[in-house]
C-alpha cells in the first residue's frame, strides 16, 4: 500500500513541473545548477522569530526566510549580511512580517475597512502599510487575509473583508495592488500573500482551526473567488491554511494547492504553509510522523515550511534530504519549489539590492500628516450608523456637557485591533482625546470608566450614573477587548461580554438623551440596545485615528456612510445567516410548516449591506434598457437616488441579481456591482449599472460556467433587504 501510495506522490510531484515561463527563469536555472541539496532545501525553510534565528544555520544556505516581525531595518541588514557575506553562494533572505491593517500607522481592522465600500481608499491604506513596512526591512507582508466568513462566531472574521465573495473579490485585489505597486523591485513595496488557502472561514462551529467540510460547489462560488482576484492582481504569495478541508488538510491538499492553483488558475508564485502548519498534518492524523508530514506537504504543493518557532518545529529542513535520498521525493520536486521562491526573490529585486536603502526612505518620506489624513478618512468612511431614532445625531452645537462612558474612552490599545504591527499606542488618538481636542473648552466632558471590558465588576456604575446625570448628552463606548477578536478568540456567543450591557441598562434609566457606540471585531448580538438606546454607532477598531474620526463623526463633520459587510444576526442560534440564502421548497411565511424558527424571526438584526446617514436617500425610477436579451447580451439598468435629508452624504448604491430558475438551486441574490456616490441636500443623481452576461452565470452541475435563458431580476438598494426591483428575460 505504502509504495502505491508513494509511487502516486512520485507522479504527482512530476506532474507538477509546468511553471509558467518567466523572466527570470534562466537567472534561476543557473543559480540553481550551482546548489546543493542541502541549500535548495534551504530556501524552502522559514524560521520564526529570534529565538529560532540561527547565524550558522543561515550561513550554511539552510534557510530562505524569517518571519523577523519588527525588528526594524538595522537587525534585518544585519542578519541579510550574513547571508550575502558569509554563505557559499549568498542568496540574500526574504524577511516576512504581519502587516495586515498597517505597520506603524494603524488603520481600522479589515473588517472596518471593507464596510467603507471604498476599494481606492483601502488600497492606499495598504500602499502606507507597505511603505512603512519596507522603510523597517519587511519584504513580504502575510496579507491580505482573503477568507470568507459567514460565521461570527470565529474571531478571525475580523481580518477578512466580511460574507460576500464579489466584495471580497474586489478588496483583496485592492489590497494586493496597494502592497505591491506595479513593481515588486520598488523599495517602498512589499509581496502581498493571501491567505489562508482556503476555507479556513467556513470552520465547523465557528471554532478556530476546525474542520471544514463543504460542496465543491460552495468551494468554488463562495471561498476561492477572493484568492482567484487576488491571484489575478499579481500576489507574490499564498498562505495554506491550518483547517482540513473535505477530508484533506488544506496544507496537503494536491486539488486545491495544484491541481487549481497552478493547473487551472496557472499560477507560478510562492506557497508558504501558516505556523507550522505542515507539522500539524500529525495532528490531524494525516500523517505518521514529521518525515510523512514534510512528504506530503511538498508532494502537494507547499513550497515552503513556516516552521514552528521552535526548532522541533521545523519538517522541511530535517526530512526532504533524506525524503530525497531514499527516493521518496524526486529532486525535481525540490526544485520546483526552490524556483518559485527564488523567482520571489528576483521580483523583489533582492540579488541587486538585498538591504534596505535608509536614505531612499530618508528622501522620500511620507509625510505625516498625509499619513494620517488617510487613516482619517478611512476611519470615518468605516463607521456604520446602525440607528438614529430622534435624531440624536450629529450631536447639537449647543449642548454643554457630555458624558463619556466605558472601558475604551481612554483605550489606546485595543482600538488598534488583533494585528498591530509596530503601532504604538503613544500614537494613536484615543476617543477622550479626539473628542477633548474637537470641543476644546466649549462642552464640559464627564467621563467615566463604568466598568471593565469582561467582568461582573459593577463598582463603576454610580460613578457612571452620576456623570451622566450631569450631562446632556451621553455616549457608551462598549464592545469586545481585542484579545477577543483575530485568531483563536472564537465564541460561542455574540452578546457583550462583562456587565457592559447591565452599565448601558443603568444609564438608561436615568432617561437622559444616550448613544452607544460599539468597537468590536465581529457582529454582536445587541438587540436590547437596538431596540431601547436612540442612537448606535458601529466603530469597530479604527486604529490610530480612532478619536478624531469619532469626534468628527459625533458632531457631524463626518455623515457617517459605512455599510455591513456581513450580517449582523439576532441571537448566535442563527448562525449561519447570511444575505445569499437559498429559498428553500418552503420559504418561511405565517404558515406553520414552512422554513422558520419557533423562537427568532428569520432576518438578521442587521442585513448584509445596511447602515444609515444623518440624512436619507430615495430611490426610484428604475429602469431598464431592454426588457429581452439574448444569451450573451448586455443591459443597462438606471436609476434615480435623491438626497432628501438635511445633509450631504455618501450613499454607496448596491446591485443585486437573482437568476429566478435554474438547472441548480441558486442564491435569493447576490451581490453583483455597487456605486459609491456622493450626494449634496436635495441632489438627485441617476446611476446605471451594465449587467453583463458574466454577472448572470453560475456554476451548472458539471461546475462549468453558465448563463442560462429564463427570467431574472435586478434589485438596487442601499441595503440587501430594501431594494427596488426590475425584471428582464434572456433568450437562447
Ligand atoms: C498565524 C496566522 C497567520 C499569520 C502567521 C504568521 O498563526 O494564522 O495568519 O500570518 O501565523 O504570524
Excluded at 445569499?580 to 438578521?604: F, I
Amino acid at each position: 500500500m505504502m509504495k502505491k501510495i508513494i509511487l502516486l506522490l512520485i507522479l504527482i510531484s512530476i506532474s507538477s513541473i509546468f511553471a509558467q515561463p518567466d523572466e527570470y527563469d534562466e537567472k534561476i536555472s543557473e543559480l540553481l545548477d550551482k546548489m546543493t541539496l542541502d541549500e535548495k532545501i534551504g530556501q524552502l525553510v522559514q524560521i520564526v522569530g529570534v529565538e529560532r534565528f540561527s547565524e550558522q544555520r543561515i550561513k550554511e544556505g539552510k534557510v530562505g526566510s524569517i518571519l523577523i516581525g519588527t525588528r526594524g531595518a538595522d537587525e534585518v541588514n544585519r542578519i541579510q549580511r550574513i547571508a550575502v557575506e558569509e554563505s557559499r553562494l549568498g542568496i540574500p533572505l526574504i524577511f516576512a512580517n504581519d502587516v495586515i491593517h498597517g505597520y506603524r500607522t494603524i488603520f481600522p481592522v479589515p473588517l472596518a475597512e471593507a464596510s467603507s465600500w471604498n476599494p481606492e481608499l483601502i488600497q492606499l491604506a495598504s500602499e502606507i502599510a507597505a511603505f512603512e513596512a519596507a522603510s523597517e526591512g519587511t519584504h513580504w507582508t502575510y496579507a491580505p487575509m482573503v477568507d470568507i466568513c459567514r460565521d461570527p462566531r470565529w474571531g478571525r472574521i475580523v481580518e477578512g473583508s466580511g460574507e460576500d465573495p464579489f466584495l471580497g473579490s474586489i478588496i483583496a485585489a485592492a489590497r494586493v495592488k496597494g502592497f505591491q505597486g506595479s513593481n515588486l523591485k520598488n523599495k517602498n513595496t512589499v509581496a502581498a500573500c493571501a491567505k489562508h488557502y482556503v476555507a479556513y472561514g467556513s470552520a465547523e462551529g465557528g471554532r478556530d482551526y476546525n474542520s471544514v467540510d463543504i460542496s465543491e460547489r460552495t468551494l468554488r462560488e463562495i471561498y476561492l473567488p477572493p484568492f482567484y482576484s487576488a491571484v489575478k492582481s499579481g500576489t507574490a504569495s499564498i498562505m495554506s491554511s491550518f483547517n482540513d478541508l473535505n477530508g484533506i488538510p488544506a496544507s496537503a491538499n494536491y486539488f486545491t494547492l495544484t491541481e487549481i492553483l497552478r493547473e487551472e488558475w496557472k499560477w507560478n508564485g510562492v506557497v508558504i504553509s501558516d505556523y507550522n502548519s505542515i507539522g500539524e498534518l500529525v495532528n490531524h492524523r494525516f500523517a505518521a510522523d514529521k518525515k510523512e508530514a514534510a512528504l506530503k506537504g511538498l508532494t502537494a504543493g507547499v513550497d515552503i515550511d513556516m516552521a514552528g518557532d521552535t526548532i522541533d518545529g521545523d519538517v522541511y529542513s530535517p526530512h526532504l534530504k533524506n525524503l530525497v535520498e531514499e527516493g521518496l521525493i524526486d529532486e525535481q520536486t525540490i526544485n520546483n519549489s526552490a524556483k518559485n521562491v527564488l523567482r520571489l526573490k528576483y521580483k523583489l529585486g533582492l540579488f541587486d539590492n538585498p538591504y534596505v536603502d535608509k536614505e531612499f526612505f530618508d528622501q522620500n518620506q511620507l509625510s505625516k500628516n498625509y499619513k494620517d489624513s488617510i487613516a482619517l478618512k478611512l476611519a470615518e468612511e468605516s463607521i456604520v450608523l446602525l440607528k438614529n431614532e430622534k435624531n440624536i445625531l450629529p450631536l447639537d452645537k449647543g449642548i454643554k456637557s457630555i458624558a463619556l462612558i466605558g472601558p475604551f474612552v481612554t483605550d489606546s490599545v485595543n482600538i488598534m485591533g488583533s494585528w498591530s504591527a509596530a503601532g504604538r499606542p503613544a500614537e494613536v488618538i484615543t476617543i477622550l482625546d479626539g473628542i477633548k481636542n474637537f470641543v476644546t473648552d466649549r462642552i464640559k466632558i464627564n467621563y467615566s470608566f463604568g466598568c471593565n471590558f469582561d467582568d461582573d465588576d459593577t463598582s463603576g456604575f454610580s460613578e457612571a450614573e452620576s456623570a451622566a446625570l450631569q450631562s446632556d448628552v451621553v455616549i457608551i463606548f462598549v464592545g469586545e477587548p481585542r484579545s477577543m477578536s483575530g485568531e483563536a478568540a472564537s465564541r460561542t456567543s455574540l452578546d457583550l461580554p462583562g456587565v457592559q450591557l447591565d452599565l448601558i441598562k443603568r444609564i438608561h434609566q436615568t432617561g437622559k438623551p444616550l448613544v452607544v457606540v460599539l468597537m468590536n471585531g465581529r457582529p454582536l448580538t445587541i438587540n436590547w440596545i437596538y431596540e431601547n438606546v436612540s442612537s448606535v454607532i458601529e466603530a469597530w477598531y479604527l486604529g490610530s485615528q480612532t478619536g478624531k474620526a469619532i469626534a468628527n463623526t459625533l458632531f457631524g463633520k463626518n455623515n457617517p456612510s459605512g455599510k455591513l459587510t456581513i450580517t449582523f444576526p439576532r441571537s448566535a442560534g442563527q448562525i449561519p445567516i447570511y444575505y445569499y440564502q437559498k429559498s428553500t421548497g418552503r420559504p418561511a411565511t405565517d404558515a406553520k410548516y414552512t422554513s422558520k424558527y419557533l423562537d427568532s424571526p428569520n432576518t438578521p438584526l442587521f442585513p448584509f449591506g445596511y447602515g444609515k446617514s444623518y440624512t436619507t436617500f430615495s430611490y426610484g425610477n428604475i429602469k431598464i434598457s431592454k426588457a429581452l436579451i439574448s444569451i450573451n447580451d448586455s443591459v443597462e439598468v438606471s436609476i434615480d437616488i435623491t438626497n432628501t435629508g438635511k445633509f450631504a452624504g455618501d450613499e454607496v448604491v448596491q446591485l443585486y441579481i437573482q437568476d429566478e430558475t435554474a438547472s441548480i438551486t441558486l442564491p435569493v441574490k447576490l451581490l453583483k456591482g455597487f456605486k459609491k456616490i456622493k450626494l449634496n441636500l436635495g441632489e438627485k443623481k441617476e446611476i446605471s449599472f451594465k449587467i453583463t452576461p458574466d454577472m448572470l452565470s453560475f456554476l451548472d452541475i458539471e461546475m462549468k460556467k453558465v448563463v442560462e435563458p429564463g427570467k431574472f431580476k435586478v434589485m438596487i438598494g442601499g441595503n440587501s433587504e430594501d431594494v427596488i426591483s426590475i425584471s428582464f428575460e434572456v433568450t437562447e
